[in-house]
């Protein structure tokens, strides 16, 4: 079991931390005073919850003006289903029903209530930042993993962005355009802000552009990559981005996972 494995499970086993992952579940981008007033708990003690949780990376937490806001990031508990739950789907193992319910269940609170308009992912991957960006902006990467497909970026401000189904989606019914969008910002192997607008389908495609900003920071070879996708007016969007839009997928949390997957061990889940 690895360290990270360590870290997930010891913060799922506390009835309270796992309130609180309920909780952003139902509302993401909270405060520590309003998740403060769902606990009959100290503000240090549910500071001390937040520490596990964000330290297991399942909460993430961001600066937005004098408030900081915690998130909830399905990506660690994407991996451990991955890692922990799909091999195990003999009859005799029904004693893991409950923890695959469980973690199936908290795939990410797709910001499609009135107030939550923001979803934060974060995946710690062993590999350069220069590689993590290759496999983010590059058709050579983009189709081993996730959904598949071919970006192309124009990486200067103002340039273009789009993805176009590869032969195995346009096999399985997807049509040939699939996204198309805006670079705002540029700052290779570090930070890439662009606007992100779905045109597979007529529904999605009427809605206005979002806004997904990559950021990437190295340390001994590990890169920190956090994303955050700004869904506002965007709900089917924000249901395909995180995960809750019936029939497309695991949404961001799945094509992070895969991604780390690929860098680290050189194939897809999915291979």
């Known amino acids: 079991m690895t360290d990270d494995d ?10 309270t931390r796992r309130f609180l992952l309920d909780t952003l579940f139902e509302r993401d981008g909270r405060t520590l005073t309003e998740l403060e007033s769902e606990l009959e708990m100290t503000r240090f003690g549910v500071m001390k919850h937040l520490k596990v949780l964000e330290e297991a990376g399942i909460v993430v937490s961001r600066r937005q003006g004098r408030e900081k806001l915690h998130f909830l990031n399905p990506v660690p508990i994407r991996l451990i289903h991955d890692r922990w739950i799909d091999k195990y789907t003999e009859p005799r ?32 991957i062993k590999a350069p930042a220069a590689m993590v960006w290759e496999a ?7 189709h081993r993993y996730g959904y598949g497909g071919y970006v192309s970026f124009d990486l200067r401000p ?16 997807m049509p040939e355009d699939l996204l ?5 910002e540029v700052d290779p192997p570090n930070r890439l802000v662009q606007t992100w607008h779905p045109v597979w389908s007529p529904e999605i495609a009427a809605e206005p552009p979002t806004r997904l900003t990559y ?6 070879g590990v890169t920190c990559l956090t994303l955050t996708h700004e869904v506002a007016g965007a709900p089917l969007a924000a249901e ?14 799945e094509v992070l996972s895969d ?12 291979a």
């Not at 198309?180 to 705002?184: A, I, N, W």
């Not at 991604?259 to 999915?270: Q, Y």
């Open 6 to 15: 360590d870290r997930a499970f010891k913060a799922l086993a506390d009835p």
């Open 93 to 124: 193992v029904s004693a893991l029903a409950d923890l695959k319910t469980a973690l199936e269940s908290m795939t990410m609170s797709s910001a499609t209530t009135d107030t939550t308009t923001t979803q934060v992912y974060r995946v710690y």
């Open 136 to 142: 983010i902006t590059s058709p050579e990467w983009s």
């Open 158 to 173: 103002g340039g273009a962005f789009s993805a176009k189904a590869d032969e195995r989606g346009m096999a399985g019914g």
């Open 180 to 184: 198309v969008g805006e670079v705002l």
């Open 215 to 220: 950021q990437l920071r190295e340390r001994d």
């Open 240 to 253: 395909q981005a995180g995960g809750t839009l019936e029939g497309a997928g695991g949404g961001w949390a």
């Open 259 to 270: 991604l780390k997957s690929l860098l680290e061990t050189g194939s897809s889940m999915h």
